[in-house]
């Protein structure tokens, strides 16, 4: 089980960055795998403070997370030999930092600049390349630093996001749990509970979540991280994954859809509620208090689209069984679902 060592959340965090480093005992050079806007919110900085310690450091930006991309980080890795590297950015700087760093055995530290999902404190990253469109397991971060100054920089709609990813936990631990009852899978109750408890926290604070309110993203935050813990101690993406992840995932290849990984989830989340026989209106009426999409239209993908999505998502990893496994439904059972849960009109 791997753990992050140092978490440090809060406002201009960025300034103990050295401190960590001396923590951790981590000298000498360091590597930040950043994107261009998240270089100017937040990687000059850290080159900086670094800087001034006496370490030195090189600076890679990448604009995705596709597999070129990691190879020229391990490339620039295995040129430099840095102590440590900086995953300074959103999902795909922070995933791209993350497998580098595991495939050359150095050790990553997480600096995120948004809250659109749960890959800031995981262990796992998706990879476009890979030929699987879901998280693989990589090493968890050996510290996160989360300065809430510089996320607030971010656009809300990833607050939005990162809290509809964060919701899912509900039928994904449902999910996770049908597996135990009916395929004898192996269940961590204390991995569950940490998911189930940081879903809960944001469904419970969801009035905190609105533009301007500094609470509602550091709620989130903290359950981001909780998330990414849940992870690390399950081994696996279990305790955060299931069926609704397996329709955004399904959505992607699809439709093509514009609409952000969480917010697909939260989409997601009500269509599994309810076929796990779940509360899936308390679910949508949160989301809609948040201002998340709740149907095709709001995510701008078609109805059809929807439909298939839910048909094929149990395709999507067959070895993990949830709900759409159990049901197999067909694709008028697909269509039924979509419509009662008002997710198609
Ligand atoms: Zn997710």
């Known amino acids: ?127 476009k390349g890979l030929g699987k469109p879901y998280s693989v397991m990589v090493q968890a971060p050996l510290a996160i630093i989360a300065d809430t100054e510089a996320i607030a920089q971010a656009p809300w709609r990833s607050v939005i996001s990162g809290c509809g990813d964060v919701i899912a936990k509900l039928t994904a631990v449902k999910d996770w749990q049908l597996a135990q009852s009916d395929k004898n899978e192996y269940y961590g109750e204390y991995a569950a509970s940490l998911a189930l408890m940081s879903a809960r926290l944001v469904m419970r604070n969801a009035e905190f979540i609105e533009p301007g309110n500094e609470e509602g993203p550091h709620i989130l935050l903290e359950a981001l991280i909780s998330c990414g813990v849940a992870m690390s101690i399950a081994g696996s993406s279990r305790p955060c994954s299931g069926s609704e992840h397996m329709f955004s995932h399904a959505l992607d290849q699809i439709s093509g859809s514009k609409a952000m990984h969480g917010e697909q989830c939260g989409v997601g989340t009500i269509l599994a509620a309810y076929l796990q026989g779940a509360n899936w209106r308390r679910i949508r009426n949160t989301l809609k208090q948040i201002k998340a999409p709740t149907n095709a239209s709001d995510m701008g993908v078609k109805d059809k689209d929807v439909v298939k999505a839910l048909e094929v998502a149990a395709k999507i990893r067959p070895e993990r069984y949830t709900i759409l496994h159990k049901l197999n439904l067909k694709r008028d059972a697909c269509e039924r679902a979509a419509r009662n849960t008002g997710v198609i009109k």
Do not use: W
């Open 1 to 127: 089980m791997q753990l992050p060592r140092e978490v440090i959340v809060g406002k201009g965090v960025l300034a103990r960055i050295p401190e960590v480093m001396q923590r951790l005992g981590l000298k000498g050079s360091a590597l930040i795998v950043t994107g261009q806007k998240s270089c100017e919110i937040a990687g000059t900085r850290v080159k900086q403070l670094l800087e001034a310690n006496d370490i030195a450091v090189d600076i890679i930006q990448v604009d995705t997370a596709t597999i070129k991309d990691v190879t020229a980080i391990e490339e620039r890795i295995k040129q430099r030999k840095p102590n440590v590297l900086f995953g300074v950015g959103g999902g795909t700087k922070i995933d791209a930092a993350k497998l580098s760093s595991a495939a050359k055995g150095t050790p990553y530290i997480s600096v995120p600049t948004t809250l659109s999902h749960d890959g800031i404190a995981s262990p796992l990253a998706s990879v």
